[in-house]
């Protein structure tokens, strides 16, 4: 008997969200069968794509790799609805749940997601009656369980989850890093959805890539406890390890991190108490750091209209060490080239609106448009 819902899944759950792709920029789908293969040998069964992780192909690359080759039942599949992207109606928003049928030709959805919800967008899926779709699929059998990932203020979650009593589970950002940030609120997000008793999907365990290669001062730390365990591993495993968790995603890239992943999820093992004290240290070097938390999600970017590669540029920033201003400066004109610079910022405020992270877009351009423009 499960003490919450989710709690026997395997712990593990593949993110299709950064495929590998070829050298033409389409997804590798030969290395996307492997890694599947990988996954389903290892017993892990949960996968995770969305209508608009790149433009539909990543829906595309769930049949071709999944769906086309294994029995429905060995799998589930958890897909998301954006009422934000693309056409504002409320028929454009519906039938991207139609699209995501066929696109990935799984006949029903496991798992189905109201996508990214925060301040500036959650009254759209009010607004299109999606609350009450998805309940309708969910009725035909076309969706077993669905929920929304979330974005946004504990405030709010708390709102949601009292307005929407009947959601099966919800999706957070958690990660050791964003334990406390008062950005992203971790730790309190996930005890109010366990306050009102669901169960949690968690995304950005590795907070985009960013603790697969942590801070200098993290590193030690980590590598000082266990000089044989992957930074990525620490992550998954803290995110892993906490109470109503159904499974917790990794955007893998390539085999070679889904055999890393696989070596320490495989056989989930909670950390014990020694562990868990190791990340309370990482965590207290993370709070004297500086870092932009930009997780490379592109969502601030696609209304941009300096067309400026903000992730890009924080990237640089973040990787710029004290004696590197050269190679900094070189990075900064390489990937502004063609487009807008830090400097070109008219502060419309758009992607401030957009950024899961609550970043400040705005200050922190300033900040890299003085470090890295002549
Ligand atoms: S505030 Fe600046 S960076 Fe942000 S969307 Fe507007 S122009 Fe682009
Ligand atoms: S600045 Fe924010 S919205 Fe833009 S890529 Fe980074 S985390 Fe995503």
Redesign the pocket.
């Given at each position: 008997m499960e003490r919450y819902f989710g709690e026997s899944t395997p712990k593990l759950g593949f993110g299709l969200m950064r495929l590998p792709k070829l050298a033409d920029g389409s997804i590798d789908i030969e290395q996307t069968k492997q890694m599947v293969d990988m996954f389903m040998e290892a017993g892990l069964t949960y996968f995770d794509t969305a209508y608009v992780y790149d433009n539909g192909e990543s829906e595309k690359a769930a049949k071709a790799a999944l769906v086309d080759r294994y029995p429905r039942e060995s799998y589930t599949l958890c897909t998301k609805l954006c009422a934000w992207m693309g056409d504002h109606s409320e028929k454009a928003a519906k039938q991207q749940f139609y699209t995501s049928l066929e696109r990935t030709g799984a006949g029903y959805f496991d798992y189905y997601l109201l996508h990214a919800l925060q301040r500036n967008n959650y009254k759209l899926y009010d607004e299109y009656h999606i609350w009450d779709f998805v309940k309708e699929q969910k009725a035909k059998g076309l969706i077993k369980y669905y929920g929304f990932s979330f974005h946004a203020d504990p405030e709010l979650l708390e709102e949601l989850l009292t307005d929407h009593p009947d959601v099966d589970f919800v999706q957070l950002q958690i990660n050791y890093a964003d334990w406390e940030n008062p950005g992203v609120a971790s730790r309190r997000c996930w005890e109010i959805a366990r306050k009102h008793g669901k169960s949690i999907t968690i995304m950005e365990p590795v907070k985009g890539g960013a603790l697969a290669d942590p801070v200098s001062g993290v590193q030690e730390v980590l590598k000082k406890a266990d000089p044989n365990a992957s930074f990525a591993s620490w992550a998954i495993r803290f995110a892993a390890s906490l109470d109503g968790i159904i499974t917790v995603l990794s955007g893998m890239s390539n085999t070679a991190q889904m055999a890393d992943n696989l070596s320490y999820m495989k056989a989930f093992k909670p950390l014990d108490e020694n562990e868990r004290n190791v990340i309370r240290r990482a965590q207290a070097v993370l709070n004297g750091d500086d870092s932009i938390p930009c997780t490379g999600c592109h969502y601030?970017?696609g209304?941009?209209?300096?067309?400026?590669p903000?992730p890009e540029i924080f990237t640089i920033k973040n990787r710029q060490k004290g004696n590197e201003a050269f190679r900094g400066r070189r990075e900064y004109t390489i990937a502004t080239t063609g487009k807008?610079k830090?400097s070109?910022?008219?502060?419309?405020?758009?992607?401030?609106n957009?950024c899961p992270q609550q970043i400040d877009?705005?200050n922190r351009?300033k900040d890299c448009a003085d470090q890295f423009e002549e």
């Open positions: 601030c970017t209304g941009c209209p300096m067309s400026i903000i807008g830090a070109d910022c008219i502060e419309c405020g758009q992607c401030v957009a877009v705005i351009l």
